[in-house]
Structure formats: structure tokens, C-alpha cells
């Protein structure tokens, strides 16, 4: 393989999750959501944007596949909106939900693009949060069972299914720092949502291997960085080793080795109290999947700092260039994270499930948007990647975050990740010149200037 090339039959792909770009909430029978509710709510997002709209992709779908087919995507990832399905998140499913999803199929099919489809990309029905939400443990089996209901009406279709988007933060940022919904602040009941997420993977998955004629493969998407210490101090270090323990072994551990990171269950359970891992439930959660997901953006630069409880540590910025969210920009480590992957944890296929940077894109008097910026970004990753192959890992397709600009969570509109800039006011998606170069890139299967 030649440099920056990749091999044949890579998956290229493009990414989005349901809340972000679908806009339509009271339509189709749609539940409330706790991103509903947590964006409503004064003070939470910034300008109190929510995703009432969005990118209105729920009305927009076929105009939007049209574009993807435009850019040469052979798959595209998606979530489902679990309070489409389920609008009082278990019970009696809503057809006109689940309609809309078979449509928005149908067009990816006539259009030669293979879908992956994430069941949870963080929009839990609120009717599930108000009796208890993720800390409460039946929402495993809710999930379980409207993952298993799922694969039942979509099972020949869909050739990948992702569990779960990034448990790290939806218990951490969503019940720790409360940054995300249901924007709580309570570490043990963080702690009870990782161990509930990973269980609901353990009974989706099984759900999955027992359904017979499903000709898709399942896995789980994982945000991963490298955490590194800001000096080569033994204090700067353990406060790596930490950090890594809480973003990457947490969750790699139990998915992977059966059990959770014993020097973080030492150092936590003596802060918090710690959920009780059975057995069983290790087995359920360490179950084979068919593939890892693998979101990167950056990595983690961290020093000892004794005046915080949870971690003690500090992240400090790393010496590279920034993108807008703040974010370091650093392709050596999707390298490094893959590699330890394939060293460390497992022998499966990896995917790149999300990557990409957002910055501050306006669009030029000649109408188009230059972002050369992304551009660097993109291929610095992309080259990282193609080595990384080179070297012996069984990385199978790249998922670019986003398609489009969408609401970037508690930073509402404010950051556009997409390589199709919307123009809100007028839902306009004007190609960005990433986009351009993206289709160049996955025509040649290789990295292009
Ligand atoms: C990831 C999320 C995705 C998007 C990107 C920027 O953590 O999975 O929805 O917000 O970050």
C-alpha cells in the first residue's frame, strides 16, 4: 500500500446522531427526550438552543442521502432516536417512529450506502429518566428490549449496529459534571449509569446472537484518547495513569478483560460508593463483539493536582494548534490508541466512528466556505491512519464527524463540525471545501493534497 493509501474496500463514511440533525420532536409520535427536556431547561445550552429543529434532517432526509451519494459515501452512521420508537421508552412501540427510519433506509439502500446504526446516541426517553433514568438498573433491560425489537423489524437490513455512542460521556458529563443531560452532579449515581450502559450492551448483544437470521455484525463505540503526563514527575505520571484509568480502561477493561481497572476500583470505591459487579454481569458485558468503535479528537494532557477530589489532576493545554472547541490537534494519537487496541484489548476489527474538528466557517462573497483548516486536520488523521493499517491494524472504515453542522450539544449551534455547512435560517446545506476534498479522497482510497 502506498503512502496514505488505503485498502481495497475501506468503508468511507460519514457521521451524525438523531437529536443533532433531526429537528421534528413533536412529530411521528416522538416522545420527549431528556435532550428535550435538559435544552429547555434556562441556562443549560448556549443561547438556550435546542434541537427542535436542528438540521430539520427529519423532513430533509432524501435531499441529505442525495448529497451523501454526491460525496461518494459507502456507509453512513446514524442513531435512532430511541423516544421515536418507544415514546414512553418501553411498552407499545410507535409505528410512525420506526417508519420514519425504514423510509430514511430505503433511500441509503436505492443509493448503494450501507448504514450503521447507533441505538443510543444519548436522547433517553425522559418517561425512563423520571422512574430513575441510566443509575436505576431496569433501564438496562429497556434498552435491552428496544435494542432487541429493533434488530426483530430491522435485523435483514442493517449491516452494523452500534450499542451504545461513548458511555464515558453520558456518566460523566451527563451525571458527574452535569454537563450534558439529565445534568446531574452525583459521582455514585455516574458510576451506577457506566456499570447500567455496559450491561445494556451485554443484553443487546446477547439479544442479538439469539435472533437467528441477522446478518449484521454488533459492536460498541468507545471515546478513547491518550492521556499523557504534562512532566515526566512519577506525580504527573500516576495522575495520568488516573485519568487514563476513568476515559479508556473503565470501559476497555470490563468490555474486553471481564473486570473493571482494580487500581480505580481501589481509588474509587474510596470516595464513592461503587455499583456491585457481579459475575454475571461481567460475562454479560465482556461478551465477543464484531467490531470496536473508536471516536477520536485529541488527547488528554494531564498534571498532578492535589486540590481535586475525584482525580486529582489538572488538564493543561498541550503544546499543538487548537481547533474551536479547544481541542489539541494531535494525529499521533489515533495511532496510539488504535495500536494499544490491537495490542491490548483485542484482535477484533476496529472503526474509526467518529473524527473531525470543528471551526469557525462563514461562508465567502464567492458563495463558497473555505476551511482549509479541516482540511490539515483531516489529513493529518487520515495519513496517521493509513499508517496505522500499514502496521498490521485491522482498521475497516472511517466515519468523519459530521456530515453537517448540527447542534454540538450544551454548545448549541455555536461549533460546526460538518463538511456541509448548514445555513440555518434557510436549512441550505452549502458544500464546505473538506467536502470536496472528501470526495476526492474517497475516490482515489487514499489521502489526496
Ligand atoms: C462526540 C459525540 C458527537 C459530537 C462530537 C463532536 O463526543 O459523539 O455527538 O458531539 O463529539
Redesign the pocket.
Known sequence: MAEGGFPPGFLWGAAT?AY?IEGAVDEGGRGESIWDRFSHTPGKTRDGDTGDVACDHYHRYRDDVRIMRELGLAAYRFSVAWPRIFPEGRGRPNPDGVAFYERLLDELEKAGIQPVVTLY?WDLPQALQDRGGWPHRDTAYRFADYAAWMFERLGDRVPYWITH??PF?VSILGHVTGEHAPGLNDPAAGFRTAHHLLLSHGLAVQAFREGGRRKGRIGITL?LSPVHPASGSPEDEAAARRVDGLINRWFLDPLFRGAYPEDMVEHFGRLIPLPEASEDDMRLISQDVDFLGV?Y?SRQVVRHDPGELFLQMRQIDGPGPKTEMGWEVYPAGLGEILRRLHEAYTKAPLFVT?NGAAYPDTVSPDGAVHDPDRIAYLRDHLLELSRVIAGGVPVQGYFL?SLMDNF??AHGYSKR?GILYVDYPTQRRIWKDSAYWYRRVIEANAVVE
Do not use: D, R, S
Request: negative net charge.
Open positions: 446522531a443533532q446516541h455512542n461513548e460521556v471515546n471516536n479528537y467518529e464527524w454540538e450539544w463540525f
